[in-house]
C-alpha cells in the first residue's frame, strides 16, 4: 500500500502538553495534508505542507516535513481538551496527482 | 461543512439491494470525491469527479458507480449491496487544484447493509 501510517495509532495527554504525531510514506509525494476528525463527523482540513517545505505553522500547529526519511509530523502545542480527535495524515503521491492517500490516523486524547 | 450535505445520512439496508447517496455542494467546486471510512482502514478513495460527466475510479471502486449530471450533485450508488460495503461513506469537494488543495468533507452517510 502506498498509504502514509501514522504513529502512535493512539495517544492520551494531559491538558498543556504537547502532542506529536508522525506520519511515514513510501513514495515520491506531492503534498502531504494533515486533517482533524472529531468523533462521528466529517474531515476538517487543518495544514498541506508542499514537497519542497520543510515546516509550516498555523496557530498552535506546526508540521515537519522530511522527504528524505519520506516522513512528516504534526506537532500540537499547549494541547486542550477540545483538541481530542483523530488526525489523520494524507498524501499526494507524484504522478497521481488527482487522489488523496490517507493514513489510518492517530487518535489523540487530552484529558483535562 | 463548508457547504456540502449529504443523503441520507443514515441507511439501513438489505443485501443485494440497490442504494444511492447523494452529496450536494453549493461551492461550485470543480472537483468532487467519494471515500469510505472503515476501522483500521482510514479514508479509502472510491471515485471522483473532476467535472460534469467526468469520473474516474479510485483504490476501491468495485461495486459502485458514479454519476455527475451537476456540478452541485454526485452520485454514488450501491448497484446490489453486500454486508462488505457497510461503512461510513464521505463525501469531499475541492476548488479547481484537486489534491493540490484542501479537500472539504461532507457530514457522512452511515451505511448498514445487513
Known amino acids: 500500500s502506498q498509504q502514509g501510517e501514522e504513529d502512535p495509532q493512539a495517544l492520551s495527554i494531559q491538558e498543556g502538553e504537547n502532542a506529536t504525531m508522525n506520519c511515514s510514506y513510501k513514495t515520491s509525494i506531492n503534498n502531504l495534508q494533515w486533517y482533524r476528525q472529531n468523533s462521528g463527523r466529517g474531515l476538517v482540513h487543518l495544514i498541506l505542507?508542499?514537497?519542497?517545505?520543510r515546516e509550516k505553522h498555523s496557530g498552535r500547529l506546526r508540521v515537519t516535513l522530511d522527504t528524505s526519511k519520506k516522513s512528516s509530523s504534526l506537532l500540537i502545542t499547549a494541547s486542550r481538551a477540545a483538541d481530542t480527535a483523530s488526525y489523520f495524515c494524507a498524501t499526494v503521491f507524484s504522478g497521481s496527482a488527482r487522489q488523496l492517500t490517507f493514513g489510518s490516523g492517530t487518535q489523540l486524547t487530552v484529558l483535562p | 461543512d463548508a457547504g456540502i450535505t449529504q443523503s441520507p445520512r443514515h441507511k439501513v439496508t438489505e443485501t443485494g439491494t440497490p442504494v444511492t447517496l447523494r452529496c450536494h455542494q453549493t461551492?461550485?467546486?470543480?472537483?468532487m470525491y467519494w471515500y469510505r471510512q472503515d476501522p483500521g482502514h482510514g479514508l479509502r478513495l472510491i471515485h471522483y469527479?473532476?467535472?460534469?460527466?467526468?469520473?474516474d475510479k479510485g483504490e476501491v471502486s468495485d461495486g459502485y458507480s458514479v454519476s455527475r449530471s451537476k456540478t452541485e450533485d454526485f452520485l454514488l450508488t450501491l448497484e446490489s449491496a453486500t454486508s462488505s460495503q457497510t461503512s461510513v461513506y464521505f463525501c469531499a469537494i475541492s476548488e479547481q487544484g484537486g489534491t493540490k488543495e484542501t479537500q472539504y468533507f461532507g457530514p457522512g452517510t452511515r451505511l448498514l447493509v445487513l
Open positions: 505542507i508542499r514537497s519542497n517545505e
Open positions: 469527479s473532476y467535472g460534469v460527466k467526468d469520473t
Open positions: 461551492e461550485n467546486h470543480r472537483y
